[in-house]
T-cell receptor, first 115, second 119 residues
């Protein structure tokens, strides 16, 4: 069974540009969550999607957005990139059974560098 | 609001020695608790989780953790460290209170503990 796939693995962008990251969840998983990992702030929750609807959102500015498609694949977009957006962006998928104890499976992440 | 505190950002142990990584949480209700491991340039891998039932939880690679409600702790241990255990370890919690439409899949992570295993 294929794991969570994130593309691309590495990305270099210039300040002011926008970027789109992609996440393909494990087959059958309908919940996709996104996290930002930086040395200074650690792992922070961005948002969660379930059945194409954003179900939960972290404390990030509106420049960070996402969406989920009918096949559960998800994308996140960051507009007007800032140097501080440089981070490892992790996607996690889970099989929803109605309880928060369902395991989240993480992808390898996309390393975004803003120059 | 939930929070997680991991005591010790760096822990060094000798190969074969006991590994103890500390995690304390703050939550209005007992949350679900997780330990994840991250190797360089990789995502997170679940080591173990506590949801309900037995408070001593066994995970992969010989790790285990004990949920102590009175101490609001969920420390991770391994009796004998191996060189391959060198990695960063994260303790995480999620809200036990699910939404009507399904679970709230939001993990709150600790700041991580970098484990070094010395030969």
């Amino acid at each position: 069974k294929a794991g969570v796939t994130q593309t691309p693995r590495y990305l270099i962008k210039t300040r002011g540009q926008q970027v789109t990251l992609s996440c393909s969840p494990i087959s059958g998983h309908r919940s996709v969550s996104w996290y930002q990992q930086t040395p200074g702030q650690g792992l922070q929750f961005l948002f969660e999607y379930f059945s194409e609807t954003q179900r939960n959102k972290g404390n990030f500015p509106g420049r960070f957005s996402g969406r989920q498609f009918s096949n559960s694949r998800s994308e996140m977009n960051v507009s007007t990139l800032e140097l501080g957006d440089s981070a490892l962006y992790l996607c996690a998928s889970s099989l929803e059974t109605g309880g928060s104890n369902t395991e989240a499976f993480f992808g390898q992440g996309t390393r975004l560098t803003v120059v | 609001a939930q929070s997680v505190t991991q005591l010790g950002s760096h822990v060094s142990v000798s190969e074969g020695a006991l590994v103890l990584l500390r995690c304390n949480y703050s939550s209005s209700v007992p949350p679900y608790l997780f330990w994840y491991v991250q190797y360089p340039n990789q995502g997170l891998q679940l080591l173990l989780k506590y949801t309900t039932g037995a408070t001593l939880v066994k995970g992969i690679n010989g790790f285990e953790a004990e949920f102590k409600k009175s101490e609001t702790s969920f420390h991770l241990t391994k009796p004998s460290a191996h060189m391959s255990d060198a990695a960063e370890y994260f303790c995480a919690v999620s809200d036990r209170r699910g939404r009507a439409s399904g679970s709230a899949r939001q993990l709150t992570f600790g700041s991580g503990t970098q484990l070094t295993v010395l030969p």
